[in-house]
Structure formats: structure tokens, C-alpha cells
């Protein structure tokens, strides 16, 4: 039941995080949206850091889970899944008026250089992203839709920075293009 109520918490905080920031979300603001006594919240997570870190798997998961860079089964190929992942997202944001940017990626802007912990688990989660990329493209090469000369790995890690990048450029200028850009170029001449 413990651990039930944990995750309760921290899905029904994880929106105010994305939203707000770790920092300006107070605890008795976790608390009400997850509907939990307050005080009751050192139950649950020893303090606000280990609540981050479990925030930041929750965040990992959901994004792992992204049929996509999971390399889902199915008709399509892996280089038009992972392209489906990022046009996903770029239609979210849009939708969302260019708000939000990724949930890992402002947690690691806002907490990196504050919490070593959080830091390292940040880094824990992006890796896996980048894993289920690299994976996605070693598929790709094996279907011979992108060169063998790419290199799975560092391809994959480039692939991250600039949607990282291009999600920031987003929220500062209030406007899809840079992740259109972000598509045009990976999609159009990096994996081609």
C-alpha cells in the first residue's frame, strides 16, 4: 500500500513539476493533488531529493515506454518509428502552445547543478533514451535505411542533444520551428 500511495504522489505531482518546476512546487501542493494528508509525505520519501529521484524514473518510464524508441513491433520501419516518436512529440508541443519542453530535460536544466544525486539519475534516464535510440537505428542500418558508417551510439547521442536543444529553442520562441528544423535535418540528412 506504501508503495501505491508513493506512486500516487508522484503522478499526480509530476504535471506540476513539468509545469512549475521541482523548486516552486511546494509540498503541500504534491500533497493536495495527490489528495494525501499533509505531514504525511516523509512516509512516503525520506525527503524532497529522493521524492526528485523517483520522480525523474517516473519521467524515464513514461518516456521509454514510448511505443517508438522501444522499437515496437509492427509494419513499420525503425527509422519510421523513431521519426513517429519525434513528430509525436512536435505535434504534443504544438498543441500545447510550445509549453513544456521535456520533463527530464528541465528537471536536468533546474537540478543538475544543485543535487549531484538527481544529476546522476538524470544522466541514468537520458542514457536510457539514447540507448532505445541507438537500438532504433541499429535496427534501421540492419534494414539498410541508414549507412553502416553511422555509428549507432554517437548518432544517437546527437540525436538526443539536439532534440534537447531544439525543445529549448521551442520554449523561447513560443513556436514549433526549431523541432521542425530538428526533423528536417536528422530526418532529411543525417539518416539518410
Not at 504522489?9 to 511546494?26: C, D, V
Request: hydrophobic share 40%; net charge neutral.
Amino acid at each position: 500500500m506504501k508503495q501505491n500511495v508513493a506512486k500516487n504522489i508522484i503522478t499526480a505531482a509530476a504535471p506540476l513539476i513539468y509545469r512549475q518546476g521541482f523548486h516552486r512546487t511546494g509540498l503541500k501542493e504534491i500533497l493536495d493533488a495527490a489528495e494525501v494528508p499533509k505531514g504525511s509525505f516523509y512516509f512516503y520519501f525520506k525527503s524532497k531529493e529522493d521524492f526528485g529521484l523517483a520522480l525523474i524514473d517516473h519521467y524515464a518510464q513514461a518516456l521509454s515506454e514510448n511505443v517508438s524508441l522501444k522499437g515496437a513491433a509492427g509494419d513499420a520501419s525503425a527509422l519510421r518509428r523513431l521519426r513517429k516518436a519525434f513528430e509525436t512529440h512536435r505535434d504534443i508541443r504544438a498543441s500545447e502552445g510550445c509549453e513544456g519542453g521535456c520533463p527530464l530535460g528541465n528537471l536536468a536544466q533546474e537540478m543538475s547543478d544543485l543535487s549531484a544525486r538527481m544529476r546522476e539519475r538524470l544522466q541514468q534516464a537520458l542514457g536510457s533514451i539514447g540507448s532505445g535510440i541507438a537500438s532504433l537505428l541499429r535496427e534501421a542500418q540492419g534494414q539498410g535505411d541508414i549507412p553502416k558508417s553511422l555509428d549507432p551510439d554517437q548518432t544517437a547521442g546527437f540525436i538526443l542533444d539536439a532534440w534537447e536543444g531544439a525543445l529549448l529553442r521551442m520554449k523561447t520562441e513560443k513556436n514549433v520551428e526549431p523541432l521542425d528544423r530538428f526533423l528536417d535535418f536528422v530526418f532529411g540528412k543525417i539518416l539518410t
